[in-house]
């Protein structure tokens, strides 16, 4: 070989790894950025000229697709479940324990225990306000459940707009990365970087509808969801929803109501077992149109439930049908079509309000002609049997067991509570699937340790190369001065 190819071929050693070290570099700056792939230069020998030396074929982005998909549709489920898991607190905390004096089964408790102190001494104004006041305190805590869980439908909204809003910009933003990278590698240009920001971008895609990413030619991704919904192919879609300000009890998607998600025009189905289902997205369509719905309907009826007790055939006998009883739809008489939304509207009946009304009416009747016997404590303890007397429930979504007012009120606290426990365990489980799969994905990431090594492999090449190139100079010093 002549002097000429041996410095050909250190000077080309030399490149190499200079441009290693450069990588090195930079998979060991951003061993802890997300998203980051590790890259390594390939190179192989040098096809040009008669010289040999080495030729830098390009930058190779490591990682595992397998894993990275496995990965993402982990990242939907403990999104699923996570928002899943926060409604069932907010449930049970909403309800609250059944021995807390201001749940729902306390107010009835304590309704209970005013009935029963009346009873002993029917002549008291003061233990009969108590009731009236008991009484009143049942209605205004449905009256206060019903709005928190409207509350929980708005916050559910809002929460799927931001989250539609998020994937539109993701969707777009992957669609420009993805025509960079393809002018890049077109060109020969390392995308690598790119390639990071444009996995950044599929991975908050990913937490919210899970999704499969399918590699097309020069480097770019097309995106689907995993219920077969055309996300991004060449172009991205948009996802179009109209939030609203105001949710009320009988608004739903199905009567038009509440707004769904539309691609490109088509109603896409936002339940459970929808194209979209499976991530924190679908969570959100779940809470709103679902749970919420369910526990909407259980108070309604738990409300219709003491409405009708004390209605018309209860234990006043003064109270005629087409007249309201103790408990009033807003002050009128409940008709059984207006279901919806009446734990809101429920409310004690005026004539035996503590403050503006007669609480006496409670022990005389409530349409009583004439006041009755102030000894005669007969009607208080027929409120009070009536109160705890295991009654079927008018209303379906109390289901089809008697229950009295106050084992209505513990059933569905016992249901919120087992509620929470298995949505703890499903978030349990999404976390450390998701935990797993990451540790499994960041093995297959930058070692530091390996790649010090590296650099010092690289350090003592490129000195090798450069000693080449020290001696070759000698070498030429040496023929130039003969």
Do not use: C
């Not at 219920?227 to 009988?250: K, R, W």
């Amino acid at each position: 070989m002549s002097l000429t190819g041996a410095l050909s071929n250190a000077l080309s050693g030399l490149t190499a790894n200079t441009r290693a070290a450069g990588i090195v570099s930079a998979n060991i700056s951003n061993a802890l950025t997300e998203g980051y792939g590790r890259r390594s230069l390939e190179i192989s020998p040098n096809r040009i000229g008669t010289h040999g030396g080495v030729w830098v074929d390009g930058v190779i982005r490591h990682g595992d697709p397998a894993i990275l998909s496995d990965r993402r549709l982990a990242d939907a489920g403990l999104g699923l479940a996570d928002a899943l898991q926060s409604h069932a607190a907010r449930t049970e905390r909403l309800l609250g324990p059944g021995d807390d004096p201001s749940s729902l089964t306390g107010r009835i408790t304590a309704l209970e225990n005013a009935l029963v102190t009346a009873a002993s001494n029917p002549a008291s104004d003061q233990r009969l306000a108590a009731v009236s006041r008991s009484a009143g305190a049942i209605a205004t805590k449905l009256n206060a459940l019903s709005g928190a869980v409207q509350e929980a439908r708005s916050d559910a909204d809002r929460t799927i707009t931001r989250q539609v809003g998020t994937i539109n910009q993701a969707l777009a933003d992957v669609a420009q990365l993805n025509d960079q990278i393809e002018r890049a590698v077109r060109l020969g240009r390392d995308a690598s970087t790119l390639m990071d920001t444009r996995q950044r971008a599929v991975d908050e895609i990913a937490s919210l509808v899970p999704l499969r990413s399918v590699a097309r030619d020069n480097g770019v991704v097309a995106l689907f969801s995993t219920g077969g919904t055309v996300l991004l192919d060449g172009s991205p879609v948009t996802l179009d929803y109209t939030p609203n300000a105001i949710i009320a009890p009988h608004m739903t998607q199905d009567n038009g109501l509440l707004s769904g998600i539309t691609i490109r025009g088509r109603a896409v189905d936002t339940s459970p077992d929808g194209p979209l289902a499976g991530g924190a997205l679908a969570a959100q369509f779940q809470i709103r149109d679902e749970e919420t719905v369910i526990l909407q309907a259980q108070l309604d009826g738990l409300a219709r439930d003491l409405i009708e007790r004390f209605g018309a055939g209860g234990p006043d006998m003064t109270v005629t049908a087409g007249q309201p009883g103790l408990f009033t739809d807003g002050g009128l008489d409940f008709a059984p079509a207006d279901e919806v939304g009446l734990s809101g509207r429920i409310a004690l009946n005026a004539l035996v309000d503590a403050d503006s009304g007669t609480p006496a009416l409670l022990r005389d009747g409530l349409y009583a002609a004439t006041p009755g016997d102030v000894g005669d404590a007969r009607l208080l303890q027929g409120h009070f049997d009536r109160l705890g007397a295991a009654l079927p429930a008018a209303s379906a979504a109390l289901g089809t067991t008697a229950r009295s007012v106050v084992g209505h009120g513990a059933e569905l606290g016992s249901i919120a509570a087992s509620r929470r426990v298995r949505a703890d365990t499903e978030l349990s489980f999404a976390q450390s699937q998701t935990l797993a799969l990451k540790e499994l994905e960041l093995s297959q990431g930058v070692d530091t340790d390996r790649e010090l090594q590296l650099l010092l492999q690289i350090e003592q090449n490129y000195a090798a190369n450069a000693r080449v190139m020290s001696v070759v100079d000698d070498m030429m010093q040496a023929i130039l001065a003969i």
